[in-house]
């Protein structure tokens, strides 16, 4: 009987902490005193604000983040993507990838805003310790790179994601991650050269297979119609033979 | 034996010949046969490995050329051409 109350608050709690979950997974700025109806009603309206964004636009911060596009797009699993991004400088960014980012980073513009400008109000939204990170991030990364690998990642494919270098990666996702993402983007591409050499050899293998068989098949052939040719030049002997002896047995 | 034979209007060469091409004659049928039965029986299979056999022999005698057993062919032809003649010509005889 006790213990119900106690099931109900730990229920609460984890509902409560699932819903704060996706709100932050959606870049939702969350209050305290909002009540979980509140939280839930607001989690929806941002769920409606993602969904009304432009595609274009979202694509195109993926391809300035040099981002693969998931499998099955849907417009809140390129959000959640687009979300995780660090990246601070927005040089080559088109104008509605910028509006995008702003909606989805709650920073608000006004609908005659220049691309510069929403370049400034997304520069501001960060923060003195936004801009005081993203320059560590950078710095550590360029450190990095040149002591590590100042070259682009190994690419096995033509994924846009493993052209970035180690300090591109660190900048947009800090440190550890930024150096787990590189080391993964290293591993995935030595797997998939590796992978792309073991094709190889086996298509080559096949080929050789199949060479060797045609050309078992042509000796095969061969050879059965050498085994008729000889039959034929017996029969031709043993017919002229016969013919020999009606000859003779026709004269006697 | 062979006097009896000869006296009774019997032919031996013609009797060797003809008891040849008997003998060859099964032989050879027996043969196509059974390697014909060996190959439709080992290839009659539902499974896919044997589908994917069946399949590859037929590429493989598709991809045949003539041309490259030209040589053999004519003098297979040739000599059957002879062989023709060679028996016609008993009847001139």
Redesign the interface.
Known sequence: MSNKPTLNKVADTEARSNLIRQANRLGMVIREEWSDEELTKRLALRREQIESLDWGGLMDIMTWAKHPVPTRPTKLAVAQIILAHKRGHYQGLSHKGLVCLAILRNVKIKNKDSARKIMSRLRRSEGIWGYVLRKRDKLVGSVLSTLVDAEPQINGTANQSETLTLQEHIEQRGLIEGLGSGLRGAADGYISEKMQEIEDRIDYKLDEIDRRLAEWRNRELTNRLRMIKITLAVSVVIALLSLLYTYIREQL | MLRILTEHGV?L?FLW?WM?AVTGAVYTATRAIQSLSRWLGGLDTTDRINRIKQHYIVI?LL??RLR??WW??C??VL??G??ML??R??YY?
Do not use: K, P, S, T
């Open positions: 032919d060469f010949r040849l493989h991809r045949i490259d057993f053999e062919l003098q297979i000599l059957a002879v062989l060679v028996v010509m008993h005889l």
